[in-house]
């Protein structure tokens, strides 16, 4: 019966890319045009966070970024689906504040495809980076949410959007590093830490820029037991050291 349904919505419906409208086999994936735009994080990347480094470096297995060595990075590892830039910007600002939650699909999916290169995904819970109430209630949805959802189906998880709630600040816009791990400092709280007692948890976000959001929940999650704590996000920052 759903097979019959979902052959009638694609009759009804044509697979489209979201970015371009152009003709795809599957709703909700770019076409290869659109797809061949994006700043795709492949390798070499560092080992821990996955930041990209230059093509034509020849760094062997394991090799870490300046952040990752000096032990800056506090999360065991991070991945992201391709570079912050112009384009993928361009895709982001509609998801993320212009309703566009379709975007979800290709890029959730493009994130488990970053995932691919981590041995073991030991994961115990998908946790998305929580929203507050009322930015959720006047966004009318998390976008973290939307990302996270299929990667918890795809890694074969639970996701938990209860066990930690967020205060709302002012949004972080173009500040620093310093000003937003200043501004990000004690927004979250955990209420339910029998849920994150000896877990390990993959928090999902849409996009990186100085890592404090991570790092900050990262902080409240070890203090409640959690006994790992991972990344992933569609795009990041990368910037030249």
Not at 10 to 28: R, W
Not at 87 to 97: D, E, G, I, T
Not at 107 to 116: E, G, H, N, P, T
Not at 188 to 212: C, E, Q, W, Y
Request: proline share 6%; aromatic share 10%; hydrophobic share 45%.
């Amino acid at each position: 019966m759903v097979n019959i349904f979902n052959k009638i919505i694609e009759f009804l419906f044509p697979p489209a890319c979201p970015l371009c409208d152009a003709p795809v086999s599957v709703h909700g994936e770019l076409c290869s045009d659109c797809w061949s735009v994006f700043a795709w994080i492949s390798g070499p990347k560092c080992a821990c966070c996955g930041y990209p480094f230059p093509m034509d470096l020849d760094l062997p297995d394991g090799a870490l970024c300046p952040v990752c060595a000096s032990g800056q990075n506090e999360l065991d590892w991070i991945r992201s689906a391709c570079v912050y830039d112009d384009v993928s910007r361009s895709a982001m600002l509609p998801f993320k504040h212009g309703g566009r939650v379709l975007y979800s699909r290709f890029m959730s999916r493009a994130m488990i495809w970053a995932l691919r290169d981590i041995d073991n995904i030991d994961a115990d819970i998908v946790m998305p980076v929580p929203l507050a109430r009322g930015r959720l209630f006047k966004r009318g949805y998390n976008q973290a949410t939307l990302l996270a959802r299929p990667i918890a189906h795809a890694l074969g998880v639970k996701m938990d959007v209860d066990s930690v709630r967020r205060k709302y600040r002012p949004d972080m816009g173009h500040k620093n590093a310093h000003q937003r791990a200043e501004n990000i400092h004690g927004v979250f709280s955990v209420v339910n830490p029998d849920a994150i007692r000896g877990r390990k948890i993959l928090l999902v976000d849409d996009v990186m820029t100085t890592g404090a959001t991570f790092s900050e929940l990262r902080r409240v999650l070890i203090r409640a037991g959690a006994s790992a704590v991972y990344g992933v996000t569609f795009c990041r920052v990368a910037r030249t050291y």
